[in-house]
């Protein structure tokens, strides 16, 4: 009789059809990613001040943000095939360690005035800090990416990507709490206290992200009628056969997406670098208040990524790509208007925050969904490392500034906002030519260039 009953079940560890992991994963994955965020935003939030201590110029003041910005590309791409052979899941802890210890060694460096005594030093010990943060976003999307249903993919990485507007903005407004407290003299005090919140983070990450943990979450997710991010039936975690980078840079899929992102980030790079020094030198504010008004847009930034994450999984990642890059190119063009007050400033920001941010995790969403079984870091990583050359974007809008008439003329920042607000069409084009959709309700009705066999994507079904 015994061997005539049904098997057990067990029951199910899920929260409304979500996987209990993929909730704490979340928080832990949150925090880690805002902290890392956090540690290459302090560049911007103290530039007044570093401005003034150093003597710099706009264009010098662009290349060195320049240089800063686009060293987060250093590290991923090669490393990428290296993050996925040291395991996937919860085990892609160990790799991404090895980066937050770099990025925190080096932030807490740049605090330290004996060694940053000359802006080259100071800015070379900010590339070294963004080389490990930038190869360390690659970990941290891949492991929420597998930490996750597929079929929620999307939402939740809009979620975890919050951590960059919504982190990064708390951290504003304790750098502007810093300063005040401290004096503006005194702005490497930011570098020191701001990254010990790192510790107690990652020691709950470590002791959270276990595989007894992941193999019960990847059973809730097949008992709640989702599909597994790592496994088919029981089939092993394994990284790709040798050639997954060359074969992931031949895929329209990755490499679109990724000029896609380039062009974001230096929109999102632009813009962190122009508004503490139109908000302090056009507008008149002091330097601590620049700090906190400049990252208004962050509040709906992280609005918009669960909104567009979400709206992803259901529409599509190519039709909500192209979309946001539509609504980003409106805001940006309308911040010229910003000068009319206060509230003019506050709510254009709280517009273009809507978009500003949600590109990101749609097209980490868009990229992951192309990889290779096995190859998702390494995906990744090129993203990552096509999207942070972007970063460059303050080295034009430098020489824009200036040749506008320098800080307190509107001009020069006026010229930069059409440059950025061209970008972002540019960037809706490629997406639209030379991407397949991959998800959604308008996969069917996809049109490009491109074929579905080229981006890894099976065809779609379609009426006859």
């Given amino acids: 009789m015994s061997s005539s009953s049904p098997p057990r079940v067990a029951p199910q560890r899920t929260y409304k059809g979500i996987p209990s992991y993929t909730l704490y994963a979340l928080v832990f994955l949150w925090l880690v990613y805002a902290l890392n965020a956090s540690t290459r935003q302090l560049l911007f939030f103290v530039l007044p001040s570093i401005v003034t201590e150093y003597h710099l110029t706009p264009e010098m003041t662009g290349i060195v943000s320049a240089i800063v910005t686009v060293s987060a590309s250093l590290l991923a791409l090669p490393l990428g095939p290296w993050f996925d052979k040291g395991g996937h899941g919860w ?55 597998e930490s996750a249903p597929v079929e929620k993919r999307g939402l939740f990485l809009g979620l975890q990507h919050t951590a960059y507007p919504w982190g990064t903005l708390i951290t504003s407004v304790a750098v502007g709490g810093i300063l005040t407290w401290v004096g503006t003299e005194n702005w490497r005090d930011t570098f020191l206290i701001i990254p010990l919140s790192m510790v107690p983070i990652w020691i709950g990450y470590w002791l959270f992200a276990t595989k007894k943990r992941y193999d019960r979450f990847e059973e809730d997710v097949v008992a709640a009628g989702y599909t597994a991010p790592l496994r088919d039936g029981d089939e092993p975690h394994q990284p790709a056969a040798p050639g997954a980078l060359g074969r992931a840079l031949r895929n329209p899929n990755v490499i679109v997406p990724s000029v896609a992102a380039l062009l974001g980030i230096a929109v999102y790079t632009g813009v962190s670098f122009w508004l503490p020094q139109y908000i302090a030198f056009v507008g008149n504010y002091s330097f601590a208040e620049a700090a906190a008004y400049s990252a208004v847009f962050t509040i709906t930034g992280g609005v918009g990524q669960i909104l567009w994450g979400h709206v992803s999984d259901i529409f599509g990642r190519k039709f909500t790509s192209i979309l946001t890059f539509v609504w980003l190119g409106a805001g940006i063009f309308m911040l010229q208007y910003a000068s009319q007050g206060l509230i003019w400033l506050v709510g254009l920001q709280l517009f273009l925050g809507m978009a500003t941010n949600g590109i990101f995790p749609v097209l980490y969403g868009f990229v992951a969904d192309a990889a290779e079984r096995g190859g998702m870091g390494t995906a990744n990583s090129i993203l990552l490392t096509t999207m942070y050359l972007g970063g460059a974007s303050p080295l034009a809008l430098g020489f824009l500034i200036g040749a506008g008439g320098g800080f307190s003329s509107a001009a020069g920042y006026n010229w930069s906002l059409y440059v950025m607000g061209g970008a972002c069409i540019f960037a809706a084009v490629l997406l639209a030519l030379f991407t397949r959709e991959t998800v959604g309700r308008f996969k069917a009705k996809d049109r490009a260039l491109v074929s579905p066999k080229s981006c890894n994507q099976a065809p779609a079904n379609t009426l006859a």
Avoid at 107 to 125: D, M, N
Wanted: no cysteine.
């Fill in 91 to 145: 085990a892609r802890k160990y790799r991404n360690a090895v980066m937050a210890v770099g990025y925190f060694i080096f932030t807490i460096l740049g605090g330290i005035a004996a060694v940053t005594s000359s802006i080259w030093a100071f800015v070379t010990l900010q590339s070294v800090k963004n080389a490990f943060g930038g190869a360390g976003e690659a970990i941290e999307v891949s492991s929420m990416s």
